[in-house]
């Protein structure tokens, strides 16, 4: 799981959303549940093919662990860099 970008775990949870939506709810039939599961799958297939074979794409959907809070202090370089904001 380490391994996994954003959009991974966003289509993992959404497929498992979905899945168990389909599975606990009488009034979405099970085709659809089957339509919006194939459409996730093919749309991570597209993107992950896409990312595969273009470099923008790739650094669109991919990003670098920042650590932010080290030994009681907060790294404002990569606070500010990375457009965190302060509420």
């Excluded at 919006?36 to 991919?62: C, D, H, M, P």
């Amino acid at each position: 799981m380490s391994k996994m970008n954003a959009f991974n775990l966003i289509i993992t949870v959404a497929l498992g959303s979905s899945f168990a939506t389909v599975m606990l709810d009488n009034s979405i039939a099970l085709m659809e549940g089957v339509a919006a599961l194939g459409l996730l799958i093919l749309l991570q297939y597209v993107v992950t093919f896409t990312a595969v074979r273009s470099e923008r794409i790739r650094r669109l959907i991919k990003s670098d662990p920042t650590l932010l809070y080290y030994q009681e202090g907060i790294s404002r370089e990569e606070y500010e860099e990375g457009a965190y904001f302060e509420r």
